[in-house]
């Protein structure tokens, strides 16, 4: 068969030739396998026709020619004419009003085509895009507007405004207008947005230190041995108390912390327990009163009422602060004492007069600096009915309660029992013990104080060395009635006492009232005898007192709702006022003698100043809260113009006194201001002697023979 | 002379026998700290009975991992000291009859 090479290469198919050649790779394998030389040999070597699965197909609508025909050569030729064009259009020739062929016909075949939307940079359009954003850069920078460059905006913005679409994207202004890229006007948009930052802020802190401390010590073999040693030691003789002690003591100060030095408990317990840690909350307290009750403080301090200008002859009291206690609501106040040393120190005994409803009783004492609890409590069996302060002791506190014993307490002491108390054995009162009074120490340096007593004794008792001896100093007899019948033994029957007091200048006269109405003169010295007795009252004389300044004035006040003032060496009284109700207490002012105050069992405080007004109190005002709250006791205070006054339900109220109370006689120009206890004694020896004068006669007593004229001199 | 000796000896045998058990000379720690930090001194002590700095080393990261950071730890038989601790953590002990141990925190 020939070899066809060159045409080989045609791709093109000849249009309904017969396959002459196959490819060798294109028969099957296994002709291949058997016998067949290489591929570069023969290559149109025609497989023999005899095998019948290699005879080509024909198919069945081929041309059918013979071998000489099929033998032909044709000869092709690839030139690049487009076999659809047309090869003989002709077109009408105007000029030579023919038609003529057309020389050359079109041959391009469009086999694809699609418009895109890319510009080249350098073309009109991209170089007109170009200029254009580096202008708006610039406007961007220069911060004149440059009409040039506005102008040449204006240009391309609006040639390009009809050609641009809505969206006409914001270009991101570069860095440099040269290397930024391009981006279709149509079709790139760019959206930027900023997130809300927060605003920042600065903190910063100072954290204290941790607490140190430093430790320091010397270890060594013989301290490590030392120190079990002792340990062991103490354990022996904690178990069973009979070892030999290692005599190894140094003198090393840790030494004394070798106790296993655990910190028990709460360490704030422990400090709230100390000594110095109580002084320090003492202080707090007050300042936290002084702090609540800071318009009262002030009140006290400067107050003055300054209505007193307008009335002469009136005063009145301010109510400042009302001591009150828990456990005293259910009982009366039945003294109150101030303190001698301590200004604003004063202790009140609480009890029941009550003589059914008697439970115990207690005092307390209470500072100013803090009103709302007592700095002392006490509590005893019995009511306590009286106390009084040592004027040179401040710390001792004589008391005398509802079951008749006295006892002697160290307020200053830690425990509260009373350091001296008198017995059954030991010649105790058997009714109330109304009052007590400390007296001057005795020959013997001892400490003494009398008490007075419903069972008619007056009784001295003397602090001997941890004792308490008494004595019998009167014995209140009741006057022997005139009818007595002649048979029998006659009884001496003794009156109840009820009060007393000593006259501060000469310490050994006293008086003494009773529960009958009377007041007996009477004299450390005589023991049976009275000196003299005065028919006082008609019911029982709750208070008599000796004026702070004269030695012969007293007064005194009973359930029959007067006062009367005495003189000691007149039967009669000096002055009788009716105050309406039954008088607790009256008590004179330590600055004047002119002064003095009663308290009414209907509420009322009376204050009176015989140098201003002989009939008339000064001032008379209800100072309770609930009504029906009888008042107890009055005192005055020695350094400042307030009063306390006690009621029978466990209060204490404190009232400042107006000026127009605390007077002091007017002065006249150019003399100097009397002062000190004759000044007062004269004052009140003009009063007396204004009242006196006509009375002159009448009031002479048994013993004395006195002129008219009041001794103006003290004794 | 020789039941002398013979008692002199049992007696140091027990003396000994009494200097081996914990003894706490000084503590500022609360009390769960503190028995914690005496089995821990035990415990390693008995552990490095021969290297005092082994059983340091095993206090000291102990407590730091147990109770925070900056623990400070001494065990040794003869020494002087004078150091700065936080306040409620020191403790102070003798082990063994010869060894002390001291342990603080400061940072």
Redesign the interface.
Known sequence: MPVKGAEKKTTQPVAGGVPTQRRLSQLPRQSIITGFRDDDQDFGNMPDLSDEALRPVRPDDQLKLTDAELNEEHTRILTARNPQAAENIVRFSYKDRTFKPIPQVDQLAVHFQLDGNLIHRDSEEGKRQLVRDIGEQALGEVETTPTKAADTEGEPTTKEGEDEDEEKPKKPTGPAGKGKKLTNQFNFSERASQTYNNPCRDRETFVEQTPRSVFTDNVSQWSIFDAYNEDFDQQQKAKEKEHKKVAVKKDDERKKKFVVAEQTGDDMAKLARSKSASISLKILERMINQNTFDDIAQDFKYWEDAADEYREQEGSLLPLWIFQYDLTKKLACTNLAWNTRYTDLFAVSFGSYDFLKQSRGMFLIYSLKNPSFPENIFITDTGVMCLDFHPNHPNLLACGFYDGSVAVYNIADEYKRPKYQSTARNGKHTDPVWQVRWQKDDLDGNLNFYSISSDGRIVCWTLVKSDLMYIDVVQLKLEKPATEPDEGIPLATLGCGTCFDFNKQQDYLFIAGTEEGKIHKCSKSYNNQFLDTFDAHHMAVYAVRWNTFHPKIFISCSADWTVKIWDINFKDPLFVYDLGSAVGDVTWAPYSSTVFAACTADGKVYVFDLNVNKYEPLCEQIVVQKKRTKLTHIVFNQNFPIILVGDDRGNITSLKLSPNLRKKPKVKKGQEAPEGPEAENAKLDKILALIRDPDDTKNKSISAQQTSTVPATTS | MAAEGGEAETQQKE?SK??TYP??????MNDELKTECMELCVTACEKFSQNNESAARMIKETMDKKFGPTWQCIV????????????KS?L?M?FG????I?V?K??
């Open positions: 003396e009494r200097h003894l706490v000379r000084t503590c500022d040794g038989e003869g020494f002087g000291y004078f150091i700065e601790h936080e306040v020191l102070y003798f009859g010869t060894t002390a001291i603080w400061c940072a």
